[in-house]
């Protein structure tokens, strides 16, 4: 396994690029309610819910979205579609804020509590939104897949000591998942990589890193890669993905042929990976039992184009 192609990526690529640029976050959604989940200081961060059409007094599925932008960029709208399907299929679907360094001058760790804030917060409000609190997931990409999976795979960085912040499930679009090396490795890491990390993580990498924290016990998992991803190489999905099973965890890794990072955003490509990776998610979902019937993401996709 070669680690300097990883992390010299993340270093020199758009993970961590231009950290002066401004970032505007939408106050809210058409068709979706926004509620303050955490004030910290002065700032108060939002999750825009987005429910299905048809009410019922049956509890509900949810699922929380963490946008990607290297823990310094990146806005909730990232993943306002993947709300509204899902909300479409029958879940309560959100798409949450979290500080990020170019608004907030915070580093990583920041990022990881905030994240196990809001699905504390989702549980904690989960009769009161008519959520079913032992079926949550949470979800997110690239940077904010990897604040997903450190909600279901670390131990620590809670703001607040009540109730649980770990997830049912997990779906991790393109995620940064080894932020350190790993024993055993063909090269060692590079020092001056290992330095860089640990500025913009705030802690030792090692602490925030998914592959190191595994262990018995991490939510049911789904990852979705692209296997020409050149910013968060596919190995290290694919090396996550066996310890979650040597650890005895269920997990899923389904990598997409020549395609790069945030290939699945909707409305790149014509929509070609948003299709293939939502149904690939609905189908994770459906064994689950978090969801029924088949997929309807063509019909979405097809609706959004009238």
């Keep these: 396994m070669k680690f300097t192609s990883l992390f010299a990526a993340l270093i020199a690529s758009s993970l961590f690029a231009n950290a002066a640029k401004k970032v505007s976050w939408p106050r809210g959604f058409e068709g979706a ?27 509900k599925p949810a699922i ?15 993943f306002e579609q993947h709300c509204r399907y899902l909300a479409s ?22 990022c990881v509590r905030d994240g196990k804030s809001a699905i504390r917060w989702v549980r904690a409000n989960s009769k009161r939104l008519g959520i079913d609190p032992n079926r ?53 890491f590079p ?33 979705l890669h692209g296997q020409a991803d050149t910013t968060v190489a596919f190995w290290t999905a694919r090396v996550f993905h066996e310890k979650m099973e040597t650890s005895g ?18 409305g790149k490509d014509e929509n070609k990976m948003f299709r293939a990776t939502v149904k690939r998610a609905d189908k994770f979902l459906i064994s689950l039992g978090y969801l029924k019937g088949s ?10 184009h009238k």
């Design 249 to 266: 965890n269920r997990s899923e890794l389904a990598g997409f042929i020549d395609q790069p990072h945030g290939f699945f955003n909707f």
């Design 33 to 59: 309610t926004t509620e303050i989940y955490k004030t910290i200081d002065d700032v108060e961060l939002r999750i825009h819910i987005f429910s299905p059409e048809i009410q019922s007094k049956k509890p």
């Design 136 to 188: 949550i997931v949470a979800a997110g990409g690239s940077a904010g897949g990897h604040v997903a999976a450190c909600t279901g795979v670390l131990k620590g960085f809670e703001d607040e000591q009540t109730g649980s912040s770990r997830p049912n499930a997990m779906v991790l679009f393109n995620p940064a998942l080894v932020l350190a090396p790993i024993a055993g490795s063909e090269l060692p």
């Design 295 to 304: 997929d309807s993401v063509d019909t979405f996709l097809n609706q959004k």
């Design 89 to 110: 299929r029958g879940m309560i679907a959100m798409t949450a804020e979290y500080r990020i360094r170019n608004l907030h001058q915070t580093l990583a760790q920041a």
């Design 191 to 223: 020092k001056d990589k290992m330095d860089e990390l640990t500025e913009r993580m705030g802690v030792a990498p090692k602490r925030l890193s998914p592959w190191h924290n595994v262990s018995k016990g991490v939510p049911p998992t789904l990852t």
């Design 64 to 78: 929380v979205f963490f946008f990607g932008g290297g823990w310094k960029g990146g806005t909730p709208k990232q």
